[in-house]
């Protein structure tokens, strides 16, 4: 790694990804087993790309959740095993499966499951490193193995997108800006917009439909308003269409144009007394792909890993990111276009039957009419239609187990601002139930039995109480 790398990665971070590039190049066959998400498929991509180029065989296999259920999907075979983008809190899933200390290597970033066995983990989190996801940690390593894996760098970039690393902050921070955001700019492959608009869609929407769409923040005529959207446009004398009648995207009008709506906007969110820190963000735009295509930013290219994992394709996901523009993004175009519909159909769903309200948290139960795979997507999407005051609470059914519950809970930043931590709730409260679960303070899941729903809710709403009260009458 570069200099720059080990002045910022001290206190035995950059130690721990120098030893597993080294472990990793000692070893003779490989399997990877990574989470099905955005950032597990990116993550995937990246490891199995510099193990491949380092000339060691290496397979992968997907999971959507390291648990049980899906241990019989590790190859019981005699090849080193990484696990990514999970397995920090499954050690002693791990562990209850003879996996012994020199048959495994963790790449992860969620809190870490206290184990008996010492199981070799190059991990962020305990260092400090909160706003980096597993496809950053991956990175470091390939990097570590082979300078020459800088190419790899705006696949990293997607993947700490993806996992929502850049919401909070209004862009990366840290070591994933430091040197990853970095190595993509010197790379050529990534190019950054210190100021850019806080806003999703803007290599493919019309530019009335990425403001109507975008509520963070909020602004009042314009969020959820495409039909206002348009005249706000209108009035400022923005040129909206091409000379064909095709809708303009954001990237395709002017620098001026872009400068008129952004103050426009502003002025907007003052006038009603709204703060204006979240208008403006860090973008990260990819110029060696197609325009007009969600392969263009990092947001949009995370949506379409994120619907093939989704819909139990990561593997057209991560042959996306190895190059492949001809079969595997066709047949992402057709899943993201399913992915998008579904969702729009849960968030009607979960709009029209409402939730349920307790003191500190809002939940509802959708049975088995939406895959588990995107609840906590609709979840997050229906919060602003909702009170985005209360985190959410979703349970559906898990297709292969009636007798067993997924959770998904999302929340807001100014949320967790207050002392609200989803996944310590979501962890201490399926835990109790003999259920397990993690995630992130804003977004965390979990599996629970089915005869304890009722109760998981009412002990999930008491953490929180007990998390707001914790914080102090300031973070209320």
Same mark, same amino acid.
């Given at each position: 790694?570069?200099?720059?790398?080990?002045?910022?990665?001290?206190?035995?971070?950059?130690?721990?990804?120098?030893?597993?590039?080294?472990?990793?190049?000692?070893?003779?066959?490989?399997?990877? #087993?990574?989470?099905?998400?955005?950032?597990?498929?990116?993550?995937?991509?990246?490891?199995? +790309?510099?193990?491949?180029?380092?000339?060691?065989?290496? +397979?992968?296999?997907?999971?959507?959740?390291?648990?049980?259920?899906?241990?019989?999907?590790?190859?019981?075979?005699?090849?080193?095993?990484?696990?990514?983008?999970?397995?920090?809190?499954?050690?002693?899933?791990?562990?209850?499966?003879?996996?012994?200390?020199?048959?495994?290597?963790?790449?992860?970033?969620?809190?870490?499951?206290?184990?008996?066995?010492? =199981?070799?983990?190059?991990?962020?989190?305990?260092?400090?490193?909160?706003?980096?996801?597993?496809?950053?940690? /991956?990175?470091?390593?390939?990097?570590?193995?082979?300078?020459?894996?800088?190419?790899?760098?705006? *696949?990293? #970039?997607?993947?700490?997108?993806?996992?929502?690393?850049?919401?909070?902050?209004?862009?990366?921070?840290?070591?994933?800006?430091? #040197?990853?955001?970095?190595?993509?700019?010197?790379?050529?492959?990534? @190019?950054?917009?210190?100021?850019?608009?806080?806003?999703?869609?803007?290599?493919?929407?019309?530019?009335?439909?990425?403001?109507?769409?975008?509520?963070?923040?909020?602004?009042?005529?314009?969020?959820?308003?495409?039909?206002?959207?348009? &005249?706000?446009?209108?009035?400022?004398?923005?040129?909206?269409?091409?000379?064909?009648?095709?809708?303009?995207?954001?990237?395709?009008?002017?620098?001026?144009?872009?400068?008129?709506?952004?103050?426009?906007?502003? @002025?907007?969110?003052?006038?009603?007394?709204?703060?204006?820190?979240?208008?403006?963000?860090?973008?990260?735009? %990819?110029?060696?792909?197609?325009?007009?295509?969600?392969?263009?930013?990092?947001?949009?290219?995370?949506?379409?890993?994120?619907?093939?994992?989704?819909?139990?394709?990561?593997?057209?996901?991560?042959?996306?990111?190895?190059?492949?523009?001809?079969?595997?993004?066709?047949?992402?175009?057709?899943?993201?276009?399913?992915?998008?519909?579904?969702?729009?159909?849960?968030?009607? =769903?979960?709009?029209?039957?409402?939730?349920?309200?307790?003191?500190?948290?809002? =939940?509802?139960?959708?049975?088995?009419?939406?895959?588990? *795979?995107?609840?906590?997507?609709?979840?997050?999407? /229906?919060?602003?239609?909702?009170?985005?005051?209360?985190?959410?609470?979703?349970?559906?059914?898990?297709?292969?187990?009636?007798?067993?519950?997924?959770?998904?809970?999302?929340?807001? @930043?100014?949320?967790?601002?207050?002392?609200?931590?989803?996944? +310590?709730?979501?962890?201490?409260?399926?835990?109790?139930?003999?259920?397990?679960?993690?995630?992130?303070?804003?977004?965390?899941?979990?599996?629970?039995?089915?005869?304890?729903? +009722?109760? %998981?809710?009412?002990?999930?709403?008491? #953490?929180?109480?007990? &998390?707001?009260?914790?914080?102090?009458?300031?973070?209320?």
């Amino acid at each position: 790694m570069c200099m720059k790398s080990l002045i910022i990665c001290r206190m035995g971070f950059c130690d721990d990804v120098n030893a597993a590039a080294e472990t990793i190049a000692a070893e003779e066959n490989i399997t990877i #087993i990574s989470h099905i998400d955005a950032d597990g498929i990116a993550a995937e991509a990246i490891l199995s +790309q510099a193990i491949a180029r380092a000339e060691i065989p290496v +397979q992968s296999v997907f999971v959507r959740q390291l648990e049980p259920l899906t241990m019989n999907q590790v190859p019981a075979d005699k090849s080193y095993k990484i696990f990514v983008d999970l397995g920090a809190g499954q050690q002693n899933l791990l562990e209850a499966h003879g996996f012994s200390e020199n048959d495994i290597l963790i790449v992860d970033h969620h809190v870490s499951q206290p184990c008996t066995r010492h =199981y070799r983990q190059v991990n962020c989190l305990p260092y400090g490193h909160v706003k980096m996801s597993a496809a950053g940690v /991956a990175y470091l390593i390939a990097k570590a193995m082979d300078t020459a894996n800088t190419d790899l760098a705006k *696949t990293a #970039i997607i993947g700490n997108v993806g996992d929502m690393m850049a919401r909070e902050t209004c862009g990366l921070v840290g070591l994933v800006r430091d #040197i990853i955001v970095e190595d993509g700019v010197k790379h050529r492959n990534v @190019e950054v917009r210190r100021r850019d608009l806080n806003c999703y869609g803007t290599a493919t929407r019309p530019v009335h439909l990425s403001l109507a769409y975008n509520d963070d923040p909020f602004i009042w005529g314009i969020s959820n308003n495409p039909e206002g959207a348009k &005249q706000f446009l209108r009035r400022l004398g923005i040129r909206q269409q091409a000379p064909d009648g095709r809708w303009l995207v954001w990237e395709e009008i002017t620098v001026e144009d872009r400068r008129t709506i952004i103050s426009a906007l502003a @002025e907007q969110l003052i006038a009603h007394g709204e703060p204006v820190e979240r208008l403006l963000a860090e973008t990260y735009h %990819f110029p060696d792909e197609p325009v007009r295509t969600p392969l263009r930013n990092a947001q949009e290219y995370a949506t379409v890993l994120n619907a093939c994992g989704r819909w139990a394709r990561p593997q057209v996901g991560g042959a996306i990111l190895r190059g492949d523009r001809a079969s595997a993004y066709r047949e992402a175009e057709h899943m993201l276009k399913n992915h998008r519909a579904i969702i729009r159909d849960l968030l009607g =769903y979960i709009i029209d039957k409402g939730v349920t309200e307790l003191e500190c948290v809002q =939940y509802i139960h959708v049975g088995a009419k939406y895959p588990d *795979t995107i609840v906590g997507i609709g979840a997050g999407m /229906a919060l602003s239609k909702l009170n985005s005051a209360k985190p959410i609470l979703i349970m559906c059914t898990v297709p292969e187990d009636p007798n067993l519950t997924k959770i998904s809970m999302r929340t807001t @930043e100014r949320v967790v601002s207050r002392g609200i931590d989803l996944q +310590q709730a979501v962890s201490n409260a399926s835990a109790e139930y003999g259920g397990g679960g993690g995630g992130h303070k804003i977004a965390a899941g979990a599996y629970i039995p089915k005869c304890a729903e +009722q109760e %998981f809710v009412i002990r999930v709403n008491k #953490i929180l109480k007990e &998390q707001s009260g914790a914080a102090g009458p300031d973070h209320r």
